[in-house]
């Protein structure tokens, strides 16, 4: 990998209904480290976001993970690369039909055959991780609070053990109280499993609470990139005006 770096962003363009959503947008995450992408509506942070873990091309430029370029390998090779990460998007997608062991044994039962004791084991494990107790288990998605969806969303993705894991949003849709609970969660996984954490949000709070670093989206380019106090600080309008409601109060 380029200088140790676990997702690079090099030069990428994405053109988009007429127009350039991104304009040659780079950076790099090195691993460990707990990186947000910020920016108004229609910056492309979610498009951004797919683009880095293979779901979507971008135009122009280059993504590499773990050193690879997703756009010269195989699909098998793709395949292999996208186990050793996990994905939770704004919704969680979790299967409404399956109870929340069933959602987060999911992607082990695509990949791996272990018998019922083991995965019984695996799923109480991933469950305790992220804070859910073990008799949500056997809930419905839809018999949860939406914190404890977000939870559950996140024991799926770290079902298959991954060094680097994008979240979409993580706090949206829950309460102040909620949210900071699930940014707690994460901040002890990160640092407890090492992990690599790229996630996009418009929560002030998660990225004073949660993140090392944040990279700012504006007008197809990175703006600004650093820990947050720094990046609060920059003399530039759209920046001003977003931490403007932290600095009240």
Same mark, same amino acid.
């Given at each position: ?26 950076? /790099?995450?090195? =691993?460990?480290?707990?990186?947000? %992408?910020?920016?108004? +509506?229609? !910056?492309?942070?979610?498009? *951004?976001? #797919? ?9 122009? /430029?280059?993504? =590499?993970?773990?050193?690879?370029? %997703?756009?010269?390998? +195989?699909? !098998?090779?793709?395949?292999? *690369?996208? #186990? ?29 055959? *272990? ?14 991780l992220v804070g859910l ?9 839809s018999e949860l609070s ?104």
């Open positions: 990998m380029t200088g140790g770096m676990v997702v690079e962003v090099e030069h990428v363009r994405t053109r988009l209904g007429g127009r350039w959503v991104h304009d040659g947008v780079s950076f /790099g995450i090195p =691993r460990g480290q707990v990186a947000a %992408l910020i920016g108004g +509506s229609g !910056t492309g942070k979610t498009v *951004l976001l #797919r683009e880095i873990v293979g779901l979507e091309r971008p135009t122009e /430029g280059r993504i =590499r993970l773990f050193g690879e370029d %997703l756009a010269a390998v +195989s699909q !098998t090779r793709l395949d292999a *690369l996208r #186990r050793r990460f996990g994905l939770l998007f704004q919704d969680g997608a979790l299967f409404s039909n399956l109870s929340v062991a069933e959602n987060v044994a999911a992607p082990v039962q695509e990949r791996l055959r *272990l018998s019922n004791a083991l995965m019984c084991e695996l799923v109480n494990l991933k469950l305790s107790p073990l008799e949500a288990a056997y809930k419905r998605p939406g914190g404890m969806r977000k939870r559950a969303a996140l024991a799926r993705a770290l079902a298959l053990e991954p060094e680097l894991l994008f979240l979409d949003e993580p706090t949206a849709g829950l309460d102040p109280i909620g949210g900071r609970d699930f940014d707690r969660t994460l901040r002890v996984l990160a640092d407890s499993l090492g992990l690599t954490v790229l996630l996009t949000t418009h929560d002030l709070d998660t990225l004073y609470d949660l993140t090392d670093r944040v990279i700012v989206l504006h007008d197809g380019r990175v703006i600004a990139d650093g820990h947050v106090k720094d990046v609060a600080q920059t003399d530039h309008e759209w920046i001003r005006s977003y931490f403007m409601s932290r600095q009240a109060n």
